[in-house]
């Protein structure tokens, strides 16, 4: 199944208790690509400036990513990140964000992207990812969005709106506790499912993510990584794996989710073995099928 | 296999924000009991006053809880906590403890008791749980221990002998990381291991568990219980259904090890769901035998 994916391509600067490193590629979109294109071809819409390095993209083009979506705004440059990590690496801090070139953005969809049938719409402004459903062509079979506390609290309506155009939505547990008014991750996931989408993942870093569909409530732990040394882009690799698992599967029903989120549990876990996507980029689709195996045989209780 | 808990019987004061409760039959040795006798018979060790009600050990003892070691301390009164729960019930905060009996108590094992080849060193003074070790008549096959920060901090030097001493500890992650002295709970488990114990393991609340063995760091997620009305109890009640577990299984390997915790995050989830032990003492072995069959159905993913 075709996979789209429109998210936001960065520089980043990343500050953890050990470490400090500056100018990593990221973004959403990217790491997304990265973790999808191990299940799937992928198909990339976001903006850079001129300063993106064009091996990068030549990269993801190598990761069967098609980049024709890659939009290099001239004169412009490309969105910069620059965020901290406290000593257990469980809270973040922004230090700067410069938007750059995704002030304003609006992604504009390639004519042979319009008939994607898997579609991802990663964080970001909710009237845009509204605007990325109205460019298909015909509505695909899976619509799963991204969003966060900014514009939880900033364009509910429009929020309200999405929620009822998709299938599933993903969001971390502080995120679902705040759409839902709720203070326990159960019933959060139970009011979110009846806003709209049939399934919900709600991603709890390293203790797992929780799969809500239909009556069902499905909780899956992380994969237990020794070693984290940059946790930045984990959520985006997450759903990238379980959206490209999605987009290979056969059917799409609750067996084809629970693999869907155990891909992403391993993808995830691999994104923060390093700085940016220095482990998830040399990852190879057996050495993630091995990982895949080992973290199924954890949950295999006999 | 026998098996033997010394612990505290308790009656409990507990606030949540929704609703308050008082003179609650508590106690590590009560909720560890209740779990355990799903799987194998318990015998306990423990003090009480003149105040406990003789109703509480006939209902321990209908249950395949010999009481023979339930000591009541003339003149006494039995142990009381009062404790308050944040509004999510994941902080708790104690706002009384009356100690009473449990004051100076040194745990006599009746005679009957000695040959036990299962036992649970439930949380308590680290001298009271090696005078347990030493009154058995021979090493049992399997002993575990729990312990707390209060331990942790003010009797280290014991603590690390009975390391040395035991089969399996079980703390929470809190605990684990202050054992330790490490940042993340993968490599705090590892440290611990280092430290004696073949078995760690480490719980997470709401968010499960981890089975640390030899090389093998294996995660278990909490059942998805939707109601959390009072989280008293729930790491006994874990700590019970898994040493009960072990007690029953033919053979203490790691598939033992593993159907041994999800059977505890089974028994925590009956546990949150009333005031003290009033759900887990009304669940009939089928029941738990269901809930933990739905439980392994979420972790098989194919």
């Known amino acids: 199944m075709s996979l789209l994916v429109v998210g936001s391509i960065a520089y980043d600067n990343i500050v953890t208790p050990r470490e400090t490193a500056s100018d990593l590629l990221g973004g959403s979109a990217v790491y997304f690509s990265l973790a999808a294109s191990l299940f799937a071809p992928v198909r990339l819409v976001g903006a850079v ?22 939009e290099v705004v001239s004169g412009g440059k490309t969105f910069r990140w620059t965020g901290e990590y406290s000593e257990d690496m469980n809270q973040r801090r922004t230090l700067s964000v410069e938007l ?30 509204h605007s990325v459903l109205d460019q298909l062509a015909a509505a695909p079979d899976l619509v799963v969005a991204d969003t966060m506390d900014l514009w939880i609290e900033t364009e509910r309506a429009e929020l309200e709106r999405l929620l009822r155009r ?3 939505l993903v969001v971390n547990d502080s995120e679902a506790l705040l759409l839902s008014g709720c203070h326990g ?34 909780p899956l732990p992380a994969y237990p990584t020794p070693v984290v040394v940059d946790p930045t882009g ?69």
């Open 49 to 70: 400036g001129e300063d993106f390095d064009r091996s990068h993209a030549r990269m993801l083009a190598a990761r069967g990513v098609d980049t024709a979506g890659l």
């Open 166 to 168: 998709i299938d599933g």
């Open 234 to 302: 984990a959520g985006d690799s997450f759903a990238g794996a379980m959206m490209g698992s999605l987009a290979a599967a056969e059917r799409i029903d609750e067996a084809a989710w629970k693999r869907a989120v155990a891909q992403g549990a391993v993808a995830a876990s691999f994104t923060v073995e390093s700085f940016g996507t220095a482990r998830l980029g040399g990852v190879s689709a057996e050495e993630a099928r091995r990982r895949f195996d080992e973290y199924c045989g954890f949950l295999r209780i006999e």
């Open 100 to 129: 750059n070139v995704l002030e304003g953005f609006q992604p504009r969809l390639p004519a042979g992207f319009r008939d994607s049938r898997a579609v991802f719409l990663a964080n970001g402004p909710v009237v845009t990812q």
């Open 185 to 218: 991750l159960i019933e959060a996931g139970r009011r979110i499912l009846a806003m709209g989408p049939g399934t919900l993942v709600v991603k709890k870093g390293e203790h797992g993510a929780i799969l809500f569909r239909g009556d069902r409530v499905i």
